[in-house]
């Protein structure tokens, strides 16, 4: 019977990857070996800084953050992940290094992992998974890449468009408190540009 709820709960990762590249029997059943079910509570760290990133996380339901808090105590947040979208500091994942960053959990979120060893198995046993983790990556580094020019170029008011565009699946999830953190202003502009788009739609 657990089994059963196993491969139930794994099919949106086996769905994300056959989205790449359709799996055969055998690389399922790499992914079911190899990646681990875990469920984060709200609030719970999967990861703090000054900790070793070991996990890579695939969130199956719930949403992450990714965040860093400066010297002064403000919280700066980097990335949000939610349902089928990947979430690791690359940097202390493949560097085992200590994490400047810290991963939490902003709802209850149900997450496939995969540590590096056993990512490094997936490669060697099943190289189709290097493609896709290849894509995975060039694609996340592109993101990060464009939110940075943002985040030099753009207006407060570009920033929160470009928020709505971008997560807004997450837009009546997260607290503003959160979005305001993302783009990089206080809460109280964040509600004063969250006015001014409602009276440009009435």
Wanted: aromatic residues 12%; charged residues 20%.
């Amino acid at each position: 019977m657990k089994q059963n709820l196993f491969q139930t709960s794994v099919e949106p990762l086996l769905d994300y990857f056959n989205h790449f590249i359709p799996l055969n029997a055998g690389e399922k059943q790499f992914v079911m070996d190899l990646f681990k079910p875990r469920l984060y509570r709200k609030r719970q760290y999967v990861l703090q800084e000054g900790d070793i990133c070991t996990q890579f996380n695939f969130v199956v339901r719930g949403c992450l953050r990714m965040y860093k808090i400066d010297e002064k105590g403000n919280t700066h947040i980097i990335q949000f992940t939610s349902e089928n979208w990947w979430l690791m500091d690359i940097g202390s994942f493949h560097g085992k290094a200590p994490s400047e960053l810290n991963i939490d959990a902003l709802e209850d979120t149900m997450v496939f992992q995969v540590s590096y060893e056993n990512l490094i198995e997936l490669y060697t046993k099943a190289p189709k998974f290097n493609l896709i983790f290849r894509v995975l990556i060039e694609n996340s580094f592109v993101s990060l890449q464009k939110r940075l020019l943002q985040n030099i170029s753009s207006t407060a008011e570009e920033r929160y468009l470009s928020f709505i565009q971008n997560y807004s699946h997450l837009t009546n999830r997260l607290p503003q408190v959160q979005i305001a953190a993302f783009i990089g202003i206080s809460p109280e502009f964040l509600s004063r540009l969250r006015s001014k788009q409602v009276r440009a739609k009435s």
